[in-house]
């Protein structure tokens, strides 16, 4: 079994901070990309951020210059560091990997449970 185990969410008021964990537990080989995706209500699932495993990391328009993401492979653990939050950021923040675990078994994708974040006075 794997599992993404996600932390960090919260209220907080705009212009705050918030930073995201996610782990992957379990039986894992390798992890590969890792990232976050999110979701407010009324509202398709959208890209915040991902990374490869060798740190390319790519970002949503929308949260370019605000929102850092880094991983630390040897934890398989990702984090979002999220600076100057507005309201429009509020939604349910989801983890998600693409995890080989073993040998001569392929990839798959994993999706956390989500944790709330809500930006708001």
């Known amino acids: 079994q794997v599992h993404l185990v996600e932390s960090g969410g919260g209220l907080v008021q705009p212009g705050g901070s918030l930073r995201l964990s996610c782990t992957a537990t379990?039986?894992?080989?390798?992890?590969?990309?890792m990232g976050w995706y999110r979701q407010a209500p009324g509202k398709r699932r959208e890209l915040v951020a991902t990374s490869t495993r060798d740190f390319y990391t790519d970002y949503a328009d929308s949260v370019k210059g605000r929102f850092t993401l880094s991983r630390d492979n040897a934890k398989n653990t990702v984090y979002l560091q999220m600076n100057m939050l507005k309201p429009e950021d509020t939604a349910v923040y989801y983890c998600?990997?693409?995890?080989?675990?073993?040998?001569?078994?392929?990839?798959?994708?994993?999706w956390g449970q989500g944790t709330q974040v809500t930006v708001s006075s």
């Open positions: 998600t990997a693409d995890i080989v675990r073993s040998v001569n078994v392929d990839v798959g994708h994993y």
């Open positions: 379990g039986s894992i080989f390798r992890v590969n990309n």
